[in-house]
């Protein structure tokens, strides 16, 4: 967790420089509405060295990099160097880095830190979940119709609109409301932090949510599958809740395609 942190930190600084000089950045086009900045590409490179510096042999698995094989093969860094591009690039202040570590195939320890904030919020298996210094628990909410849900909304260029607003139009009529922040890895951080009760996601991508795994299951949350399975990185579909309303938001995604 040093390690990933103090990357994380280093990172930074190169990433709030860059959001003070928007209009200077270089940016490209990965897809219709997907974007790559120089500012994306910086905070990358500078991960990707400090983690390779304290830990030669890992692997990678980056947004912009792709899967780099290391010689160790059981342990891999998967990297998101701004979750949340679109924000950023829009000076939209809510966007982070995020950093989890998997080990022989199963996430051990996620970072995630919003450096505008400086929240860092950091969880490794078995020993918490923490933002900053503060320990963290997901929320005591019971009822559906008392809780607040993040989610993403599918973008222009990525499929699975129609099955995006039929999960829309369940939770409305269930909850008591419903937010899009713009960054998953965020979104999952703020289900582990109590500020939002649950959020759900289709089509997401193995680096949005790896290290927000992490912190939900370690404040005490859970997070899985559409199916209520542990294929969450395979699939890309995720539910993410307390106790009392991890069972209960499956079935209404259920309940949403059947
Ligand atoms: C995006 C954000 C967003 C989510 C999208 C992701 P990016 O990540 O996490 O909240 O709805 O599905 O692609 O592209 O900013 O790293």
């Not at 974007?35 to 042999?57: G, I, M, W, Y």
């Amino acid at each position: 967790l040093n390690v990933m942190m103090g990357a994380a930190r280093k990172a930074a600084r190169s990433l709030v420089r860059d959001y003070g000089e928007i209009e200077n950045l270089q940016v490209s086009r990965k897809g219709p509405s997907d974007f790559v900045s120089s500012a994306d590409l910086k905070v990358e490179k500078t991960l990707r060295q400090e983690l390779k510096k304290a830990r030669p042999a890992y692997g990678f698995l980056m947004e912009e990099g792709g899967e780099i094989a290391g010689d160790d093969k059981s342990n891999r860094w998967i990297v998101d160097p701004i979750d949340g591009t679109t924000n950023f690039l829009h000076g939209i202040p809510n966007f982070c880095i995020s950093i989890a570590l998997e080990r022989e195939g199963e996430l051990i320890a996620g970072v995630v830190y919003q450096p505008l904030g400086d929240e860092m919020f950091h969880a490794e298996k078995g020993a918490g979940a923490f933002l900053n210094e503060r320990r963290l628990r997901v929320s005591a909410r019971r009822k559906l119709e008392d809780s607040v849900l993040a989610t993403g909304i599918p973008f222009h260029g990525r499929d699975g609109h129609e099955p995006f607003l039929r999960e829309l139009g369940v939770m409305m009529k269930n909850v008591a409301g419903i937010r899009r922040f713009g960054s998953a890895a965020l979104d999952l951080a703020y289900v582990a932090a109590g500020r939002c009760d649950g959020y759900w996601e289709a089509g997401i991508k193995p680096w949005d949510i790896a290290a927000g795994i992490v912190l939900v299951r370690e404040a005490g949350g859970y997070v899985t599958d559409y199916e209520g399975g542990n294929k969450l990185l395979e699939t890309g579909e995720i539910v993410a809740g307390n106790d009392h309303l991890h069972q209960p938001l499956l079935r209404l995604i259920k309940s949403a395609h059947a």
